[in-house]
Each structure stands twice: as structure tokens, then as C-alpha cells.
């Protein structure tokens, strides 16, 4: 440099140690790889700058400074603290959501040093590009509430240290990848909100996770083995078959949504093993049978839903001192339940209803207005039990 220098400056050896010396500073703070720069470009130039707000993140990337620089903008990312003179690299890209258009570059790929990546609540369209398996210290993905289609990479279980997958609320679909256990860290996995079909893998594998959303998709077959380290696990709205029996290991959780499947049989007291229970949601299944009484001795059960399903039987008497404390909501609507309510139903308020049965209700009773069933429903129901 000094050379190159010198020769626009042949003789003013001061000015040149005046410019070493400004340069100084450079070689202090490293400057980030040019390879993460070149993918910062690609990112932004694979999205519609008129879709960039005037104050959002994108707008303060100006690449006539170094990304890493910490007193200038780029904002959204993060970088890689060296403490030598070792390039600096990206190691989080995390967005804000306010509508971002376009493509997700394959050149994501590159960021090898990324461990989170967040673009959740834009219009990013088009694929997950394949390049996406090579970011393999990658613990965070999100990027839930965009319009993404195709499939999950199946390359994606090349990345052992993923924590949290959220591709929630996009236009993905085909198969869930079979071999998804093999991402042992996983803690929390939601593909809520998209057209995957076929069957759920068996997950049991994944015995950290906490939270699994597979909820509005076209899921069907069994409920496969699952981990039973859950506490939240949602698969509503799909058209999930057979029996609810593979829940019953599941013993520490909390939050249990299968409203709206094809799941039969009968919830025996057997089954329904869940002391930590907070939500039961299984409405709109065919179950059948007696209403569950166990249900009366999980201290933290708030919310029952199991309306829309062809129960037949009584309301089981223990229900009643259930009512308010804990119980907040208890919706039995549209089954065959027969005879009389229990006591406490006429002297306690909560949200519910017990409409659309065949019980003896009377409409002095918020939980009963809607009216039972016809007659004849109720004998032909109670007739093929
Ligand atoms: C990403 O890496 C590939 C393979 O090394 C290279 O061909 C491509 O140009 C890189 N893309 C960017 C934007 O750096
Ligand atoms: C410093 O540089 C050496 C050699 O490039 C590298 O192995 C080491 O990890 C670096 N240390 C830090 C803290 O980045
Ligand atoms: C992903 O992002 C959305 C929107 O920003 C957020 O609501 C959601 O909690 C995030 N998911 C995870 C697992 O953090
Ligand atoms: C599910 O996977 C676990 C191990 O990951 C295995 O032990 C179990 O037998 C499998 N269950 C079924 C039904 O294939």
C-alpha cells in the first residue's frame, strides 16, 4: 500500500504516515468476510426495494460501509466478535416484520456462521432454497407468516443444532421429512398453518421438545408415537384418525388441541393419564362413549372442549364442584349426554354450553340456550350405543 501510495504522493512522506495512521482503526476492528458481504447484497437484491418502508432495517444497509462496523447501520444483523485479526462473519439475520417482497437467495448458504435466521412476517415467496442445510450452526429459523411454497428441504436434518423451526402460516406442502428426529436439540417445531399432508413421522426421537404445532394442515392416519417431553402439542384441523391412546404417555402436558379431526373410539379412564392438563380441545371428532371423570382430578384443567362429538351417557355428578374453580370454560354442545345436569350447573356461571345434547336442561341456564336435539335423534343415537 505504502508503494501505491507513494506514487500519488511522491513527495510528502507526511501525508502518507498521516493516511497509515487513519487506517489504523480499520485494522483493529476486523472487517467482515467478503463472501458474507457478497450474500448481504444477494439477500437484498432478491427482494423489491419498494417494498422496503422508509424506517425499517433494510434501509440502513448501505454497503459503502463494512456490515460488522458497529457505529454504522445494518441493523437486523449480527456479527461474529473476533479477537484477533480474523475476519468478522454474520452470525444472525433477524428481520422486521413489515413486509418485505420477494426471494429468499440460495446464497444464504453461505452464511455458514449463521445461527439464527428470522424473516417471519414479510412476503417472501417462492422456495426454501436447498443451500439452507449447509448453515449448520443454524439454531433459530423462523420464518413463520410469509408465502413460501413447496417443501421442508430434506436436507434440513443435516443441521444437528436447530432448536426452533417455525414455519408456521405459509403456503408449504408435501410430507413431513421422515427422518426429522435425527434434530435432537429440537425444542420447538410449528408447520401450523400450511397444505402439509400425508402422515406424521414418528417423533419420538426428539425427546427435548417442548412445543409441537402441526394444527391447519391436511395431516391424516394415525396420532403417530410422539416425544414425551411435550407440554403443548396442537394437530387440529386436520384429518387425524384412529384412536387418541398415543397422548396418554405424554404425562407432563399442558396443552392438548385435537378439535376438528376424524379421531373415534372412546377416551377411556385409562387413557387420559395428563395430571398437568391445563386445555383439553378434541371437539369435532366422532368420539364416542362416556365423558371422561378423571378429567375432575387435574388441579390445573381450565378449559374443556369436547362438543361436536357423539357422546352418549350422563354428565358425570363429579363434574359439578368443578365448576368455576378451576373450571373457566366447558363446552359439551352437540352430543347424545342424556339425563339431568348436576346441581352445581344451576347455581355456578361459566362460559360454555351444553346445548344441542339430549339432556334435561332448562333454558334458565345460560350453558343450556340453543335448544337439544330432536327426539329422534336422541333414541336412534342411544339406540346404536
Ligand atoms: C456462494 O457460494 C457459492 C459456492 O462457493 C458461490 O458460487 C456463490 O457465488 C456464492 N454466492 C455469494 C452471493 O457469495
Ligand atoms: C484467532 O485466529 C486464529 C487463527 O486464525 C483462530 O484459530 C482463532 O479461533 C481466532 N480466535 C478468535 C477468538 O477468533
Ligand atoms: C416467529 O416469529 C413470529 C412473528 O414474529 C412470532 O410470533 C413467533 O413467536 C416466532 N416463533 C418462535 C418459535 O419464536
Ligand atoms: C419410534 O421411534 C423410536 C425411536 O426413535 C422407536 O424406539 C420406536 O419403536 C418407534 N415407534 C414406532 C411405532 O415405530
Known amino acids: 500500500m505504502a508503494s501505491h501510495l507513494h506514487s500519488f504522493f511522491p ?5 502518507i504516515l498521516a493516511l497509515v495512521l487513519a487506517f489504523v482503526p480499520a485494522f483493529v476492528h476486523a472487517l467482515t468476510l467478503e463472501s458474507d458481504i457478497e450474500t448481504l447484497r444477494a439477500l437484498i437484491q432478491s427482494l423489491d426495494p419498494n417494498s422496503f418502508p422508509s424506517t425499517s432495517y433494510l434501509r440502513t444497509w448501505d454497503f459503502n460501509t463494512d456490515p460488522c462496523e458497529t457505529s454504522v447501520g445494518f441493523l437486523g444483523i449480527l456479527c461474529s466478535v473476533t479477537a484477533n485479526t480474523s475476519a468478522s462473519r454474520i452470525i444472525a439475520i433477524e428481520l422486521d416484520g413489515v413486509g418485505y417482497e420477494g426471494y429468499l437467495t440460495p446464497a ?27 448453515l449448520e450452526k443454524l439454531s433459530k429459523l423462523n420464518l413463520s407468516g410469509n408465502y413460501f411454497t413447496g417443501g421442508i428441504p430434506s436436507d434440513i436434518t443435516n443441521i444437528k443444532t436447530l432448536e ?15 427422518d426429522l428426529s435425527v434434530i435432537r ?20 426421537g426428539l425427546w427435548r421438545l417442548r412445543t409441537l404445532m402441526l394444527d391447519h394442515n391436511v395431516l391424516y392416519g394415525n396420532i403417530p408415537q410422539l416425544p414425551i417431553s411435550l ?40 387413557i387420559l393419564t395428563l395430571p398437568q392438563l391445563r386445555e383439553l380441545d378434541a371437539q369435532g371428532n366422532l368420539l364416542h ?49 342424556t339425563g339431568s345436569i348436576p346441581q352445581e350447573f344451576y347455581k355456578v356461571k361459566i362460559r360454555g354450553s351444553l346445548a344441542m345434547n339430549c339432556l334435561k336442561c332448562p333454558t334458565s341456564i345460560e350453558l343450556c340456550h340453543g335448544g337439544q336435539q330432536p327426539a329422534s335423534d336422541c333414541a336412534a343415537a342411544n339406540n346404536s350405543q
Open 289 to 337: 362413549g362416556h365423558l371422561p371423570v378423571r378429567l375432575v382430578t387435574y388441579e390445573n384443567l381450565r378449559t374443556i372442549n369436547l362438543a361436536q362429538n357423539r357422546f352418549t351417557g350422563s354428565i358425570p355428578s363429579e363434574y359439578g364442584a368443578k365448576l368455576g374453580r378451576p373450571w373457566r370454560r366447558l363446552f359439551l354442545d352437540n352430543n347424545f349426554l
Open 231 to 270: 407440554r403443548t402439542l396442537s394437530l387440529a384441523n386436520n384429518l387425524i384418525s384412529g384412536h387418541i391412546t398415543p397422548v396418554e404417555r405424554i404425562t407432563e402436558l399442558r396443552i392438548l388441541d385435537l378439535n376438528n379431526n376424524r379421531l373415534s373410539g372412546e377416551i377411556k379412564e385409562e
Open 164 to 178: 426452533l423451526i417455525d414455519l408456521s402460516t405459509n403456503h408449504l406442502s408435501g410430507s413431513i421429512p421422515a
Open 108 to 134: 444464504i448458504g453461505n452464511l455458514t456462521e449463521l445461527t439464527a435466521l428470522d424473516l417471519s412476517n414479510n412476503r417472501f415467496r417462492g422456495p426454501l432454497p436447498n443451500t439452507i442445510a449447509n
Open 185 to 204: 436439540r429440537l425444542l420447538y417445531l410449528s408447520l401450523s398453518n400450511n397444505q402439509f399432508s400425508g402422515r406424521i413421522p414418528n417423533l419420538s
Open 11 to 15: 513527495s510528502s512522506p507526511f501525508i
